[in-house]
T-cell receptor, first 115, second 113 residues
């Protein structure tokens, strides 16, 4: 069974600095999708970035980028120029289509951006 | 605007009562999901449905039931058999495509008194 591990329950970063959130996963599959979701204090889940496993190029969305290491089964999220609005819970998620779309989430990392 | 709605936002239940959480989407998504969120445990899958009139148990289905009579609607009933129902419940949907992103509703906070 697939598992997703986020080993950093809490992190903090100074405004305008860069922070990296780690995520590792366990799977024997070759084709799958990885996601980072953000859950701010409002608790609305928002997609931050996605990565298809068959793509070697790391995904980037403005200040957010990933370091996808397929062989190491690692999928870290880098937030550059951190802003106060980045304060949130961040969840890493794995999805493999096997006739159904089923997602597995990590336990989350609580990020606090300090002024 | 397209999206997912959940109601109510807050729900209080007495022990021994069943309660139904609403989830509606107008995104024309085929797949819908229910998750439970507890502190420190991330999102755990309760039930999911890929098509109308069909649904599957997730990892923590005991004490819950669902129906999928319409594509737009996927209500979750928390029964009295659920031993610890106090939690935050999230509904989500997915459009089968190359993106495979899950869209989430705003959630319902259920508290058992």
């Amino acid at each position: 069974a697939q598992t997703v591990t986020q080993s950093q329950p809490e992190m903090s970063v100074q405004e305008a600095e860069t922070v990296t959130l780690s995520c590792t996963y366990d799977t024997s599959e070759n084709n799958y999708y990885l996601f980072w979701y953000k859950q701010p204090p409002s608790r609305q889940m928002i997609l931050v970035i996605r990565q298809e496993a068959y793509k070697q190029q790391n995904a980037t969305e403005n200040r957010f980028s990933v370091n996808f290491q397929k062989a190491a089964k690692s999928f870290s999220l880098k937030i550059s120029d951190s802003q106060l609005g980045d304060t949130a819970m961040y969840f890493c998620a794995f999805m493999k289509f096997t006739g159904t779309y089923k997602y597995i989430f990590g336990t989350g990392t609580r990020l606090k951006v300090l002024a | 605007d397209g999206g997912i709605t959940q109601s109510p936002k807050y729900l209080f239940r007495k022990e021994g009562q069943n309660v139904t959480l609403s989830c509606e989407q107008n995104l024309n998504h085929d797949a819908m999901y229910w998750y439970r969120q507890d502190p420190g445990q991330g999102l755990r899958l309760i039930y999911y449905s890929q098509i109308v009139n069909d649904f599957q148990k997730g990892d923590i289905a005991e004490g819950y039931s669902v129906s999928r009579e319409k594509k737009e609607s996927f209500p979750l009933t928390v029964t009295s058999a659920q031993k610890n129902p106090t939690a935050f419940y999230l509904c989500a949907s997915t459009l089968a495509s190359s993106h495979n992103e899950q869209f989430f509703g705003p959630g319902t906070r259920l508290t058992v008194l």
